[in-house]
């Protein structure tokens, strides 16, 4: 039971963390996009795929980066915690 209820917090963390960078990355290309309209130097809108109503690429890349970069922190966090438990545990036998 404790195994499932971490897997579904890992899950949730995750999808926080994806949900968050999407929403910044979308934020910022309709920001970039609303002041490239108002300024005649920058009539360039930011990239955007066939789907003009869909994130653009550097929010898919802030979204993979930044779900990729949580799972590898609760990785290390992960191992070098049972890394100490290991050594305390020797150390306290040794005692």
């Known amino acids: 039971m404790r195994r499932l209820i971490d897997m579904v917090l ?4 995750l999808v926080a963390v994806g949900f968050g960078a999407y929403e910044l990355g979308t934020r910022v290309d309709s920001t970039s996009n609303n ?4 300024d005649s130097e920058l009539n360039q809108k930011v990239y955007r795929p066939s789907n003009p ?3 653009s690429r550097h929010t898919i890349e802030l979204v993979g980066i930044a779900v990729g970069g949580a799972l590898g922190v609760m990785i290390l966090v992960s ?3 049972a890394l100490l438990r290991t050594r305390r545990r ?3 036998r040794h005692t």
């Not at 890992?10 to 963390?13: P, V």
């Not at 002041?35 to 108002?38: E, V």
Request: cysteine-free; glycine content about 18%.
């Open 53 to 55: 109503k869909g994130p």
């Open 35 to 38: 002041l490239a309209k108002h």
């Open 79 to 81: 191992f070098s915690g």
């Open 90 to 92: 020797q150390h306290w």
């Open 10 to 13: 890992i899950a949730g963390i």
